[in-house]
């Protein structure tokens, strides 16, 4: 991978307009797929920006199971569905056809399923008001209800990413929207805060207070489902940290990873360096050997940097950059380097990131105040 640019100037700001859709849905006689329905519920969620929009939409079955699904609708505007996950979607015309995917094809009674989709508009992009499930009309209709409008661009250097956000979208002192509290394993003293008097970008950010003590957790988690993203997955976010890393196990930021069944895929520090720790098995990168810690990177405290890295979902293939500078000690590629990454390579399947967190995990003695900024991650290459 070719080292990106740096780029030092101040990034604007997202505009943001959430939308819900929800349709209750009549009964239904007959069905193309195996099972039949006799009733469900939609709702369509959009984050919109001048040109372009993702939608969130979840199908709830109320009626008896059903084993296959297709949901369909007409768009109102001129938007173009230019990619989507956890379902096939194809469009003709102003017609829009969702069919499930292998693993969410069963849906049983009281059930959800969720997926997504990216597009462009250019005059308009109202939500769709009415739905079809497997071939059959839908009754009744719903205007949309605006939930919240902020006024901003998207950041140039990360828009049309799966998740672009530099927190100006909060309104709040606690996270919410696409970003929301949740301390995965156990709960302790830390918290999640709005703050808009540290920011690297704009006049927000999220402020982490990281408490010490075994099983200490607290995270931001965003509410994207990042398991269509890639062949490679790229992050970039901008840290702070109050107090240097400690000489016991940190985490700072924390992606669920189907190939570890939802355990974490971690980044945080070790030792005094930065390190990756994979919760299954507990191997780190590097290995916590002297000369292993020697080949990564303290973080500096009182200001600002830019992390980075990629994953790679095909491969034991990882990279990772402080600054713009890569961390040699980082670095999986598949071949197996003394004091790096033997112990990782020890499990050849790859890794497979679902979601995105941020915020804080102490496993012993170590506590930091932090804070995150302009946080991205996508199937294409992020600068700082």
Same mark, same amino acid.
């Given at each position: 991978m070719t080292s990106l640019r740096v780029r030092r100037h101040r990034l604007p700001l997202w505009a943001l307009v959430l939308t819900v859709v929800a349709v209750a849905l009549p009964a239904i006689a007959t069905s193309r797929a195996q099972g039949a329905a006799t009733g469900c519920t939609v709702a369509y969620t959009t984050n919109e920006w001048s040109g372009g929009f993702t939608a969130q939409i979840r199908v709830t079955n109320l009626g008896a199971a059903l084993n296959g699904w297709r949901l369909e609708w007409t768009y109102g505007g001129?938007? !173009?569905?230019t990619s989507a996950w956890n379902a096939q979607v194809t469009q003709s015309g102003s017609a829009v056809t969702a069919v499930n995917v292998a693993h969410n094809a069963v849906l049983a009674a009281g059930a959800s399923a969720d997926f997504g989709l990216q597009g462009t508009w250019h005059t308009a992009d109202p939500a769709p008001t009415a739905f079809t499930l497997n071939g059959t009309p839908c009754g009744g209709t719903a205007s949309p209800t605006p939930t919240a409008t902020a006024t901003a661009t998207p950041p140039a250097e990360c828009a049309g990413a799966a998740i672009c956000s530099d927190f100006e979208d909060q309104t709040g002192t606690v996270p919410s929207g696409a970003w929301q509290t949740t301390a995965p394993d156990? !709960?302790? $003293?830390?918290?999640?805060?709005?703050? $808009?008097?540290?920011?690297?970008?704009?006049?927000?950010?999220?402020?982490?207070?990281g408490g010490a003590g075994y099983c200490n957790h607290v995270f931001a988690a965003s509410t994207r489902d990042l398991s269509s993203v890639g062949p490679v997955v790229y992050v970039r976010m901008r840290v702070r940290h109050t107090t240097a890393?400690?000489?016991?196990?940190?985490?700072?930021?924390?992606m669920p990873d189907a190939s570890q069944g939802g355990r974490a895929l971690r980044v945080g520090g070790q030792n005094g360096a930065l390190q990756w720790n994979r919760e299954s098995d507990d191997a780190t990168l590097p290995e916590q050997s002297p000369a292993g810690v020697a080949l990564s990177?303290?973080?500096p405290a009182g200001q600002w940097l830019c992390l980075r890295f990629q994953i790679d979902t095909t491969a034991q293939s990882m990279r990772t950059w402080v600054d713009d500078q890569e961390v040699a000690?980082?670095?999986?590629?598949?071949?197996?380097?003394?004091?790096?990454?033997?112990?990782?390579?020890?499990?050849?399947?790859?890794?497979?990131? $679902?979601g995105l967190r941020v915020g804080w995990e102490s496993y012993g003695t170590g506590d930091d105040t932090l804070w995150f900024d302009d946080v991205a991650l996508g199937s294409s290459p992020i600068g700082c």
């Open positions: 001129d938007q !173009q569905v156990c !709960q302790g $003293t830390g918290k999640v805060s709005v703050d $808009t008097s540290v920011a690297y970008s704009g006049t927000r950010s999220l402020r982490v207070d890393l400690p000489t016991d196990h940190v985490t700072f930021v924390s990177t303290p973080l000690g980082l670095h999986v590629d598949g071949v197996a380097t003394q004091n790096v990454d033997g112990q990782w390579l020890a499990r050849r399947t790859p890794p497979r990131p $679902t």
